[in-house]
C-alpha cells in the first residue's frame, strides 16, 4: 500500500495563480482531511470530507476549495493563490481516530 | 486563540534523559488526545492516543500523563535515543465518532545529544 500520496512535492506560484494539490489515498479510508502547517502555529484544518460527495470546513478555509468525487481523492484547489498561502501542506486519510499524514507540498507565493 | 498551548518550544537532552512535553488545552468537550510525531520532510505521524477514561497510557518508551481536573496532559520519553529527535504535536479533538477535527499545538522541536 503507498498510503497517502501527494502530488507535488514543492510548487512555486505567482500572486494570484491558481492550482490543484493533489491526495489520494488507498487505503479506502472514509474521512479525508487538508491541513496547512506554518512554523510557530502547528498544523491547521482547511477542508475535511466524511466522504464522497461530502465536504465541510475547516478553522482556516478562506481561500481554498474542495470537493472529493471519489474515496481515494481529495484535491486542494487554491482559487487566487496570495502571499499568506506559503505554507507546507499535508493531506491525511482516517478511518476512525489515527490519521494518515501525506508527505506534504511545499508551496511558496510570491 | 491558541485552544491546545504546548511547551516547550524546544527542549535538548542527552541520551537516556526522560523529556517531558506539556500541554493544556481549555475546550472541556475534548476528549481525543494524541501525540504526533513528525521528521524533517515527513507527515507527522500518530505516536500514542489517550482518552479521558485513563489517566495514563503507556507504549514502549512513550507514556501520556493526563490530568483532566487541570486540563493537561503530557508526553515523557523514557531512556530517550538520538533517533528520537523529531518535533511532537499535541493536539485534542471532541466527539467520540465521525471525524475528529483535530486541533494541535504548536509543536516541541526535541534533539537527543549521543
Known amino acids: 500500500n503507498a498510503g497517502v500520496t501527494q502530488t507535488p512535492k514543492f510548487q512555486v506560484l505567482k500572486t494570484g495563480q491558481s492550482m490543484t494539490l493533489q491526495c489520494a489515498q488507498d487505503?479506502?479510508?472514509?474521512?479525508m482531511s487538508w491541513y496547512r502547517q506554518d512554523p510557530g502555529m502547528g498544523l491547521r484544518l482547511i477542508h475535511y470530507?466524511?466522504?464522497?460527495?461530502?465536504?465541510d470546513q475547516g478553522e482556516v478555509p478562506n481561500g481554498y476549495n474542495v470537493s472529493r468525487s471519489t474515496t481515494e481523492d481529495f484535491p486542494l484547489r487554491l482559487l487566487s493563490a496570495a502571499p499568506s498561502q506559503t505554507s507546507v501542506y499535508f493531506c491525511?486519510?482516517?478511518?476512525?481516530?489515527?490519521?494518515?499524514f501525506g508527505p506534504g507540498t511545499r508551496l511558496t507565493v510570491l | 486563540q491558541q485552544q491546545v498551548k504546548q511547551s516547550p518550544q524546544s527542549l535538548i537532552v542527552q541520551k537516556g534523559g526522560i523529556p517531558i512535553i506539556n500541554c493544556a488545552y481549555e475546550?472541556?468537550?475534548?476528549?481525543?488526545f494524541p501525540w504526533y510525531q513528525q521528521f524533517p520532510g515527513k507527515g507527522p505521524a500518530l505516536l500514542i492516543a489517550?482518552?479521558?477514561?485513563?489517566s495514563e497510557k503507556k507504549e514502549g518508551r512513550f507514556t501520556i500523563s493526563f490530568n483532566k481536573s487541570a486540563k493537561q496532559f503530557s508526553l515523557h520519553i523514557m531512556d530517550s535515543q538520538p533517533g528520537d529527535s523529531a518535533t511532537y504535536f499535541c493536539?485534542?479533538?471532541?466527539?467520540?465518532?465521525?471525524?475528529?477535527?483535530?486541533?494541535f499545538g504548536t509543536g516541541t522541536r526535541l534533539l537527543v545529544s549521543p
Open positions: 491525511a486519510s482516517s478511518y476512525i481516530d489515527e490519521q494518515f
Open positions: 487505503m479506502n479510508h472514509e474521512y
Open positions: 470530507s466524511v466522504g464522497a460527495g461530502i465536504t
Open positions: 475546550n472541556t468537550a475534548f476528549d481525543y
Open positions: 489517550i482518552r479521558p477514561d485513563v
Open positions: 493536539a485534542a479533538s471532541e466527539g467520540n465518532t465521525g471525524f475528529q477535527k483535530l486541533v
